[in-house]
């Protein structure tokens, strides 16, 4: 049954990307990032369906995944890799059927990003690869022996740019805009959502700085013995992870007990059993 729900939601993902391509992107002369992005623009320049591009594309790019890094390591690439093309193609005949009609152009490129990002959003969260563009990326990686994130984005520029010279700077901003939104969507569903923050703090006022936290704050923390890298001097370094809306109270409160503490405060995606140390 819990299998069976993940494919349900795979697809349901996929179909969402779909829905984005067939009645948002392509209707406007947009653009989305990686793979399917460069397929959309093959098809303005071909006029072959886009679902074919895709498809294509994905098929070479998984290839070769199979020639160099082996089955074990890009099955979770082929499913999306097919399913994407095919509801492109069984959705696009509803184009002339279904007219998305929104009232203002930066309305249409929030939702096509917004579609574009939960569709990838919830295919990641099956388990699966949200598109072959990373794929590519470790291929090139190991095909250079320089393993980097700037090949996807060879890839975008690429195609804004072709776009940039068919539609115009106007278009090519929206869909560069619409990247944006969706590898944003993405991002926050790799790693979560923003919500804490984690203070390092080393203090010649170690007691005042421990209660202000505990009993005024009512958070947690831990106390680490380090060693100073260049004056060889022992310290402690106290740890808390607090939430974001306590952090100028944290902040401010610390430099009202010592103002000369020393104070390091670091994003924190996610926090799993926050009292157990």
Request: glycine letters at 6%.
């Amino acid at each position: 049954m819990k299998n069976l729900i993940r494919y349900f939601k795979l697809i349901f993902g996929c179909i969402l990307v779909a829905i984005a391509i067939d009645f948002i992107i392509i209707p406007n002369n947009l653009l989305t990032f990686g793979i399917n992005g460069l397929s959309v623009l093959l098809y303005y320049l071909n006029g072959i369906n886009p679902a074919f591009n895709i498809l294509l594309l994905n098929l070479i790019v998984v290839f070769f995944g199979l020639i160099l890094l082996g089955k074990d390591l890009i099955k979770e690439y082929i499913i999306p890799s097919l399913l994407i093309p095919v509801f492109v193609y069984l959705l696009m005949p509803l184009q002339k059927v279904i007219v998305l009609e929104l009232p203002e152009m930066m309305l249409v490129i929030i939702v096509a990003g917004f579609l574009m990002g939960l569709g990838y959003s919830i295919i990641y969260k099956q388990g699966f690869s949200i598109g072959t563009t990373y794929l590519f990326e470790e291929l090139v990686g190991i095909l250079t022996k320089f393993h980097s994130k700037i090949y996807s984005w060879i890839i975008d520029i690429l195609s804004l740019t072709i776009s940039f010279l068919l539609f115009g700077y106007q278009v090519t901003l929206y869909s560069l805009v619409i990247m944006i939104i969706a590898k944003m969507m993405i991002t926050r569903t790799r790693f979560g959502i923003n919500d804490s923050k984690m203070f390092y703090i080393i203090t010649s006022k170690e007691k005042e700085v421990k209660d202000y936290i505990i009993h005024d704050l009512k958070y947690e923390l831990t106390v680490l013995d380090v060693k100073g890298g260049f004056t060889k001097k022992n310290n402690k370094i106290l740890l808390s992870v607090i939430d974001k809306k306590d952090y100028f109270k944290l902040k401010e409160g610390i430099k009202v007990i010592d103002e000369n503490a020393f104070i390091a405060i670091c994003n924190t995606y996610d926090v799993v059993n926050r009292k157990t140390f």
